[in-house]
C-alpha cells in the first residue's frame, strides 16, 4: 500500500525505507508512526526480503517527534502518541528480519529512539545524535530512558538525557551507540554493503538469533542460556541447516529456502 510518509524501495534482497517529510527534518507524527508500523510488518511477512534498511530524506534521519503536532496534546493524547511510538518501536526491534539504521544527519529525540530499536546503527560523519526532550520540559516517550541505559549504561545514558546535548557520530561510536561511521556520501551504500552481507545468511537462523539475543537480554544468564538452547534445536528442524551444513562440507556455497 503506498505511503504518504515514507518511500520504500527494494533491490534484491533489501528495502530500504526513507522517512520522507524533509521540510520539518522528518519529524514523526501519528500519521509516520502508523505508516511505519505498517511497512515494517509487511516486509517482515514478504518473503523475498530478508533485511531492512531505515533512513531519512534531506539532511535529517529524524529530528524528533513533530513538535506542532504535540503543542496541544492532553496527557491522554500524549499516552497515545507515546504507546503509537512503542508500538513501532517493538515492530522494529522483535520484527523477524535485521534492520539496520543509515543515520545520516540529525537523529534527536524520537530520532533517536527509533535508531536505538534497530539492531545495526550506521552513521555518517555529520551526524549528531542526542536525546534533547529535557530542553522542552520532557522525557522520552518512545523508548529512549530504556534501550539507551541498557545499551550504555545508566550514568552514560543520564548524562546525555539530563543534558539534552547532542553528540557527534564519532562519539555516539565511542559509547557504543553506532557500529560504524562512514562519509556521508558512501553512508547507504555502506549499509547495502552489510545488508546484502547479511542477507547471504539463512534466515530462519537470523530470525531466532534476534528473537534469543532480545528475549535473552533481560533474564539471568541460565534461563536466557535455556532460549539458545531451544533455538538450537529448533534450526535442525530446517531444511536450511541441511542445506548449510552440506555446502560447508562441499565447499560451496549455500543455496538457503528459508525453510
Known amino acids: 500500500m503506498p505511503k504518504k ?8 534482497e533489501i528495502a530500504l525505507v526513507t522517512i520522507n517529510r524533509p521540510r520539518v527534518l522528518n519529524a514523526l507524527t501519528m500519521d509516520t508512526l502508523a505508516e511505519l508500523y505498517e511497512a515494517i510488518n509487511e516486509l517482515n511477512s514478504e518473503q523475498g526480503i530478508k533485511v ?30 507515546s504507546l503509537a511510538g512503542h508500538k513501532t518501536m517493538d515492530a522494529i526491534q522483535n520484527g523477524i528480519k535485521p534492520v539496520i539504521a543509515a543515520v545520516n544527519g540529525y537523529a534527536l529525540g524520537g530520532g533517536l529512539e527509533l535508531a536505538l530499536a534497530c539492531d545495526i546503527i550506521f552513521a555518517s560523519t555529520t551526524a549528531l545524535l542526542g536525546l534533547p526532550e529535557v530542553n522542552l520540559g520532557l ?9 539507551l541505559s541498557r545499551l550504555v549504561g545508566k550514568t552514560f545514558a543520564k548524562e546525555l538525557i539530563f543534558t539534552g546535548e547532542p553528540i557527534s557520530a564519532q562519539r555516539a561510536h565511542e559509547m557504543g551507540i553506532v557500529n560504524k561511521v562512514v562519509p556521508s556520501d558512501e553512508l547507504i551504500s555502506e549499509a547495502k554493503k552489510l545488508a546484502h552481507k547479511i542477507a547471504e545468511k539463512g534466515p530462519i537462523a537470523l530470525a531466532l538469533a534476534k528473537k534469543v539475543i532480545e528475549a535473552g537480554f533481560d533474564k539471568d544468564l541460565r534461563e536466557a542460556c535455556k532460549l ?32
Not at 510518509?5 to 534484491?12: E, P, Q, T
Not at 533512513?55 to 503536532?69: M, P
Open 5 to 12: 510518509n515514507l518511500i520504500i524501495s527494494k533491490n534484491a
Open 52 to 81: 531492512l534498511i531505515i533512513t531519512g530524506s534531506g539532511k535529517a534521519f529524524i529530528a524528533g517527534a513533530d513538535i506542532a503536532e504535540m503543542k496541544e496534546f492532553t496527557p491522554e493524547q500524549a499516552s497515545q502518541f
Open 139 to 147: 522525557i522520552q516517550g518512545f523508548g529512549g530512558t530504556q534501550r
Open 228 to 259: 539458545e538452547v531451544d533455538a538450537f534445536s529448533q534450526c535442525f528442524t530446517t531444511e536450511d541447516r541441511k542445506e548449510g551444513i552440506s555446502a560447508f562440507l562441499e565447499k560451496r556455497k549455500p543455496r538457503f529456502t528459508n525453510q
